[in-house]
């Protein structure tokens, strides 16, 4: 591939590849092609991972990172949703038992329950916004472990047939945290162990059941809460699994838009130059026409080599076409700026449009152009010009595009030329502007 088409397709890409990040997406996320385009070391990682077992697969660091970053919002989002409803349920429960129990044993509820709230707010208030990964998880878990422990205190504060009740209640409050919340597995087997932990110290210390009793009871429920964390060992699998998909897909995908991107652009440059050819011209020019059709006015440059034919019968082809990429070259770097659109329109023939541009600025244009060429010397020996590369330019242009077709003003760029031709070449001739 050609230096020049190398380094057109290149800018193209890095253009379409700059890192978009979506709208209301949490403060800290990777920038969006981490995740969207995800590098060969990432790709092959996932490709490992999706060729394995299922229930072998367990992301490396990185990926357990970008797995945490993606999942963030939904994990907030669910987290402070069970913290609002824990907090709801405990006040109704504590409004209930006053309709329902005796004054001193709702007295005697009142000191434990209160520090089930201010846990669960904490928690809640500090999972509005992303932060680092440990302390989100010493925060969650020190949050449950309170949460956990209230309920167990009002029981106990309680007495009687609500001492064991709590208990349970307390273990199911675990094990709902444990299914519900998306986090990392060994954040689930500590909750699960504050429950179990918190469940055996109590009820060692319950004076209606033997301490045998306390010990069984403890592990029926550790089984239980095993069970618990077996399924969400599953669950994460399952999801860890998904989002490989995902990548895998995405990545898929931007290797297609990629491939759709260099085919496009392929169908729009010219492989030997790397400018546009003579299809985007036509393109480009419609465009620029319906877009400046009422406000603006344009010009159009016809630019030949002089004697082309001559330069390949002596020099080979070869060296005509190297002549080509040259002048090429020159013309692109002669342009005001990016409005200003160059292509190869024929055989050594380069079509030069110029939105905006009046006669004195196409003329100016064309005439660096012109100077250029000739002072790069390029060899041409058999040229009836000079023993070097020249090139003649007919300049057309109008103040209104509106008032003329881009066609037509093609025409009189040609027309121009063919008269600088004429007039023994290597020069630029301008049509009268139109009106």
Known sequence: MHPIFRLGLANRVEMEEQPIRASGEPKGAPPYDALERPTAVIGDEVARQLGGRTRDIHLNSELSRFFQERSWPQTSKIIRAWMIWVIVLDVLTLCLNAFLLPAEIVVSMLL??????????????FFRERRAVRLQATVLLVGVFFILLSVALVGIATGGEFYERHLTIMLFVAVT???????????????????????LVFQLGNPD?????????????????????????????????????ELRDRSRLADLSDANARLELLARTDPLTGVANRRSMMERLKKCWKAAENSGGAAILMCDIDD??????????????????????IIQSSLRDDHDQVARYGGEEFLVLLPGADKHAACAVAETIRKRVEAASLPNPLSRVMPIVTVSIGVAMTIQCGRISAERLQSQADHALYFAKSQGRNQVVATAETE
Not at 112 to 125: K, N, R, S
Not at 308 to 315: H, I, Q
């Open 308 to 329: 082309f034919k001559c330069l390949n019968d002596s020099l080979g082809h070869a060296e005509g076409d190297r002549s080509l990429v040259k002048v090429a070259g």
């Open 112 to 125: 434990p329950a209160a520090i089930l709230p201010p846990a669960a707010v904490t928690v809640a208030i």
């Open 209 to 245: 059941i033997q301490p045998g009793s306390a010990v069984a009871g403890t592990l029926f429920f550790a089984s239980g809460i095993g069970a618990t964390l077996v399924a969400r060992r599953t669950a994460t699998i399952f999801a860890h699994k998904t989002f490989l998909l």
């Open 177 to 199: 945290a444990i299914v519900i919340f998306p986090i990392p597995l060994r954040w689930a087997m500590v909750i699960g162990a504050y429950a179990v932990g918190l469940y």
